[in-house]
């Protein structure tokens, strides 16, 4: 049973447009939510995240949006960069339980130039 | 500030040999995760260190992967014997604590032939 969920498994966006980068879960304990960012032969790299006490966190290009109720959260980038080519994993975890993080499958985005 | 060392990056090596990974932490990060990571999918946690104490390991196949983690800096992981679906890619994470953001090494990448 798959408790994060990151149903494209690819996305292509022109330079200089938004990449979203969707993510859902199905535990309603997961209270803490990250994106990492991982290229060829590298480990993830931490990117961005929010508590579920927000709705919207932003960091520069990148913004993480939290839709509680819909069990959702999304990351946008704009303006999407060459560099941004990697793969993207959603990360789910319940603070206030085993802090375990349990990632999506990611979603692979080419940014075309 | 000197990341997640992993070594060794790549080890290929035939059914039912042992091999083993290292990992060194960030300093001054008390809490260290080993991941096992397949092919497509996301990273799944295997064991958690708090210091040199496993309070995590429930993900642990413990019938041919064991962990160390004896002076609760520097951690080791050991599969003995290997086998043909143990070909993944181990990572190592570290984090000031547990509730605080895992930083990720580049990962051994073990082929078992």
């Known amino acids: 049973d798959q408790q994060v969920k990151q149903n494209s498994p690819s996305l292509s966006v022109q330079e200089g447009r938004i990449s979203i980068l969707n993510c859902d879960y199905t535990?309603?304990?997961?209270?803490?939510f990250l994106w990492y960012k991982k290229y060829p032969a590298e480990g993830p790299t931490f990117l961005i995240s929010i508590s579920s006490i927000k709705d919207k966190n932003e960091d520069g290009r990148f913004t993480v949006f939290l839709n509680k109720s819909a069990k959702h959260l999304s990351l946008h980038i704009v303006p999407s960069q060459p560099g941004d080519s990697a793969v993207y994993f959603c990360a789910a975890s319940a603070k206030s339980g085993t802090y375990k993080y349990i990632f999506g499958t990611g979603t692979r985005l080419k940014v075309l130039a | 500030e000197a990341g997640v060392v992993q070594s060794p990056r790549y080890k290929i090596i035939e059914k039912k040999q042992p091999v083993a990974f290292w990992c060194n932490p960030i300093?001054?990060?008390?809490?260290l995760y080993w991941y096992l990571q397949n092919l497509g999918q996301g990273p799944e946690l295997l064991i958690r260190?708090?210091?040199?104490?496993?309070?995590?390991d429930s993900q642990l196949p413990k019938d041919r992967f064991s962990a160390e983690r004896l002076k609760g800096v520097d951690s080791t992981l050991k599969i003995q014997p290997a086998e043909l679906g143990d070909s993944a890619v181990y990572l190592c994470?570290?984090?000031?604590?547990?509730?605080?953001?895992?930083?990720f090494g580049p990962g051994t990448r073990l082929l078992v032939l």
């Open positions: 535990n309603s304990m997961f209270d803490y």
């Open positions: 260190y708090e210091n040199e104490e496993a309070v995590d």
């Open positions: 300093s001054g990060h008390n809490t």
């Open positions: 994470a570290s984090s000031l604590g547990t509730q605080e953001t895992q930083y």
